[in-house]
């Protein structure tokens, strides 16, 4: 596609389930980005990948929460035994990376999860 | 470390009027760039400015120019006659190479009619 894709663009779930959460990004960029935003607060960062680099993981906030990226294509954001305080908009971002450190990040429109 | 401080949680600005939004930042790199980034309600990011910072010249994009100072380590966005459809959140952030974007905290602008 032409942009950074995320899926679904909305989840509700209940307090104690796992969710996964979907980001393609835009065919060709090395780095891939999660973050996440509260409501009306900026955003926090979650986790790097840069093209087979071992992941920055340094912004996941508990062992609940990992990612896994197939390459330089799809990553999946899985949060386990979900809890209220995760319920937030789930920013994904793509850009060139490889050193170009110029290059624009492209977000997606992000995953609103909604924990009850 | 890197770190990119956005000082203004809220800003307002009457319309046609002119705002600024500051951003300062910290780096031991000379080779980095910067950004602003506005998120509107639709929250899709979009990319407002960039400016590498080996060029001196600030840049500009129509109604938003930044004040940056290299020096200082200061990078600020004014947008010129403002309009109702720039109330959005505005985001500076900072690259360099390999490593992460680093955003700062994101400042609410509100636009008077």
């Known amino acids: 596609g032409a942009g950074v894709s995320q899926s679904p663009s909305n989840k509700v779930t209940e307090k104690g389930k796992d969710v996964e959460l979907r980001c393609d990004p835009i065919?060709?960029?090395?780095?891939l980005y999660w973050y996440r935003q509260r409501l009306g607060q900026g955003l926090e960062f979650l986790i790097y990948f840069q093209g087979n680099s071992a992941p920055d993981k340094s912004g996941l906030p508990s062992d609940r929460f990992s990612a896994e990226r197939t390459g330089e294509s799809v990553s999946t954001l899985t949060i386990q035994r979900t809890q209220q305080e995760d319920s937030a908009v789930y920013l994904c971002?793509?850009?060139?990376?490889?050193?170009?450190?110029?290059?624009?990040?492209?977000f997606g429109q992000g995953t609103r999860l909604t924990v009850v | 470390a890197q770190t990119v401080t956005q000082s203004q949680p809220e800003m307002s600005v009457q319309e046609a009027e002119t705002v600024t939004l500051s951003c300062t930042y910290d780096?031991?790199?000379?080779?980095?760039?910067l950004f602003w980034y506005k998120q509107p309600p639709s929250r899709q990011m979009i990319l407002v400015i960039r400016?590498?910072?080996?060029?001196?010249q600030n840049a500009t994009e129509n109604r938003f120019s930044v004040n940056f100072q290299k020096a200082a380590k200061s990078f600020s966005l004014k947008i010129s006659d403002s309009q109702l459809g720039d109330a959005a959140m505005y985001f500076c952030a900072y690259s360099a190479g390999t490593y992460k974007y680093i955003f700062g905290t994101g400042t609410r602008l509100k636009v008077l009619a």
């Open positions: 971002a793509s850009s060139l990376g490889g050193g170009q450190g110029g290059t624009e990040a492209f």
């Open positions: 065919s060709g960029h090395t780095a």
């Open positions: 780096t031991s790199e000379s080779d980095y760039y």
């Open positions: 400016q590498e910072a080996y060029k001196q």
